[in-house]
């Protein structure tokens, strides 16, 4: 039955334990470090921050629409394999993130070590982000997106990780104390280093595409 689900999925049991503990390592940390420290996401979710701050539009349904459409805009370029393996991604991290947010967290609050809180959190980001898209698959519309920018602007993942994140972070300037931000900008370089360590491969409709970190 597994070795069905994994073949629908072109995945081996190994590619499905990555993407399960990557989805499991990135709710971690958002529970235990991002949230309790107050470090600022950048991406879709900094978007949606953003837009809730100067428009006042609900993050919860702007977020997830803007998820949506990365999501598809990926699928255009890599087909029907990468929807199913974001799919088992993005499920496995609501999950995972729900289980987490109900036992609370369990790691000191790092509120008070913000530059300890940045790097820590950096790397359960980026550490979780890299085992899941070097399986091909994306967690949500932040990994989607950095997919494509790197496949079509045939640049390192990480930089495209990086140029997404620090865009948003730069426009929250509007309404977060640069002070603060900082450590966001922090943790978002961490994160976008440590994913550009895992080689990507991703399949496309026609090819496999191989960008090699």
């Not at 420290?37 to 837009?51: C, D, M, R, V, Y």
């Not at 255009?76 to 974001?86: A, C, S």
């Not at 820590?120 to 979780?128: F, S």
Request: aromatic fraction near 8%; include cysteine.
């Amino acid at each position: 039955m597994l070795n069905q689900k994994l073949t629908w999925f072109k995945l081996t049991r190994a590619g499905l334990i990555n993407i399960i503990l990557g989805s499991m390592i990135m709710a971690f940390t958002v529970v235990n470090i991002h949230i309790p420290s107050q470090i600022t996401e950048g991406g879709i979710l900094g978007l949606a921050l953003l837009a809730y701050k100067t428009f006042g539009i609900n993050p919860s349904i702007l977020s997830p629409i803007m998820d949506i459409i990365c999501i598809i805009i990926g699928i255009n370029i890599f087909g029907k394999i990468f929807l199913r393996r974001t799919m088992v991604a993005s499920l496995l991290f609501a999950f995972s993130y729900k289980i987490f947010a109900l036992m609370g967290p369990i790691l000191p609050n790092l509120y008070s070590y913000p530059l300890l809180a940045a790097v820590v959190g950096g790397i359960g980001i980026g550490l979780g982000c890299g085992l899941v898209v070097s399986q091909g698959g994306a967690s949500g519309g932040d990994d989607a997106l950095a997919l494509v920018i790197s496949n079509k602007a045939k640049i390192n993942i990480s930089y495209a990780y990086l140029l997404m994140d620090v865009i948003v972070l730069l426009m929250s300037l509007t309404y977060i104390p640069f002070g603060r931000l900082i450590f966001s900008l922090i943790t978002t370089t961490v994160s976008s280093v440590l994913v550009g360590q895992f080689e990507i491969k991703v399949s496309s409709p026609v090819e496999e595409t191989n960008l090699t970190i």
